[in-house]
């Protein structure tokens, strides 16, 4: 089965760049789809198809997939940006969808 | 805008069976895919089931395969997840989420609240 892999934590100070990996085997070729979770909350979709924004998502979010492993970057961190982040792809070989371990980030 | 009630959960013995459900207002139900999601606690997200905007497509976990059922009824707006043969590996917050467009293939992008589920004996 497909697996992706994530870092378990990743910390930054205020102000910095956030980067959170997302690999697995030729990930380049599937849709890569980010979630946030804040404790005792449901995730909601921040990034969908590798870089695409929902609204209301602020810019300082940003996706990569151009080669592995899939990226996700936070700018200017701010405080509130504290949380779990997993990301989801559709594996089109067993019709399974695929969630990373998940990366808790501290600020 | 898109609100998804869930219910259903509680405590259940193992082996038992258990019926969750998703009531889904605020967008056309029968235009989407809709998955279920849980989440062990303390452990990450495990995606457990997905069927298509018509009902005609479901897919599953490995873990949940043969033993959970995914079903939708489009005049009642609801989404269900029938849950059989339950183990106390399946104790977790079980989410509902609407999918992007409505093909199985489409990522969750809204969320309902979860519903906990306890396996215990």
């Known amino acids: 089965s497909y697996v992706l892999t994530q870092p378990p934590s990743v910390s930054v100070a205020p102000g910095q760049t956030a980067r959170i990996t997302c690999g697995g085997d030729n990930i380049e070729t599937k849709s890569v789809h980010w979630y946030q979770q804040k404790p005792g909350q449901a995730p909601f979709l921040l990034i969908y198809y590798d870089s695409d924004r929902p609204s209301g998502i602020p810019e300082r979010f940003s996706g990569s997939n151009s080669w592995n492993p899939a990226t996700l970057t936070i700018s200017r961190v701010e405080a509130g940006d504290e949380a779990d982040y997993y990301c989801?792809?559709?594996?089109?070989?067993?019709?399974?969808?695929?969630f990373g371990g998940g990366t808790k980030l501290t600020v | 805008q898109v609100q998804l009630v869930q219910s259903g959960g509680g405590v259940v013995q193992p082996g038992r069976s258990l019926r969750l459900s998703c009531a889904a207002s605020?967008?056309?139900?029968?235009?989407?895919?809709m998955h279920w999601v849980r989440q062990a606690p303390g452990k990450g997200l495990e995606w457990v089931a997905v069927i298509s905007n018509d009902g005609s497509n479901a897919f599953y976990a490995d873990s949940v395969k043969g033993r959970f059922t995914i079903s939708r009824d489009t005049p009642k707006n609801t989404l269900y997840l029938q849950m059989n043969s339950l183990t106390t590996e399946d104790t977790a917050m079980y989410y509902c989420a609407k999918a992007f467009q409505a093909a199985v293939g489409t990522p969750p992008d809204s969320w309902g609240q979860g519903t906990l589920v306890i396996v215990a004996s």
């Open positions: 989801q792809v559709w594996d089109r070989d067993s019709d399974r969808w695929v």
């Open positions: 605020g967008f056309i139900f029968r235009s989407y895919g």
